[in-house]
């Protein structure tokens, strides 16, 4: 059973924020809020791309504040995240990083799985980098906005 949880008044309690904070805690929310919007976008598109296994790159997708919350960096911690983003080129992979991944699928070794990638490289599979594109310029006029406010 799936619970719902509706939540009331956000709008009412964002506008009386911005009143109280100051432009820097209001560029940090600002910063935050868009990283923690990049990571749930990121996670969707490797669902719709069917990019997930067992959940271990979804979930190992982190937001980082740094500079004092005034940047955000947003990446996977999974080792082999560059290569379902970026993809690969024809190559050998190593058989052992592959050895969990093929039994779980059935195989009793990782060795046809690394003929094909040998043979045909990876497909790319981007899901951080659009995400990042599809917020990157409404971001910049939320913090044009917040610098050009009087307040």
Request: proline share 6%; net charge positive; with cysteine.
């Amino acid at each position: 059973m799936a619970a719902k949880v509706e939540i009331k008044g956000l709008n009412e309690l964002d506008k009386s924020l911005d009143k109280i904070l100051s432009r820097t805690e209001r560029i940090k929310r600002e910063v935050l809020f868009t990283a923690l919007d990049i990571q749930s976008k990121a996670k969707k598109k490797l669902r719709e791309q069917k990019a997930i296994d067992e959940g271990n790159l979804k979930n190992s997708i982190v937001v980082d504040a740094i500079q004092g919350g005034m940047a955000a960096e947003i990446g996977s911690i999974a080792p082999y995240a560059p290569y379902v983003e970026f993809g690969t080129k024809p190559h050998f992979p190593p058989p052992d990083a592959l050895e969990d991944w093929a039994r779980h699928h059935g195989f009793d070794s990782a060795w046809p799985i690394c003929k094909v990638i040998a043979k045909r490289g990876l497909k790319e599979r981007p899901y951080l980098s659009p995400s990042y594109e599809e917020e990157k310029d409404s971001f910049v006029q939320r913090i044009k906005k917040i610098l050009e406010s009087k307040e």
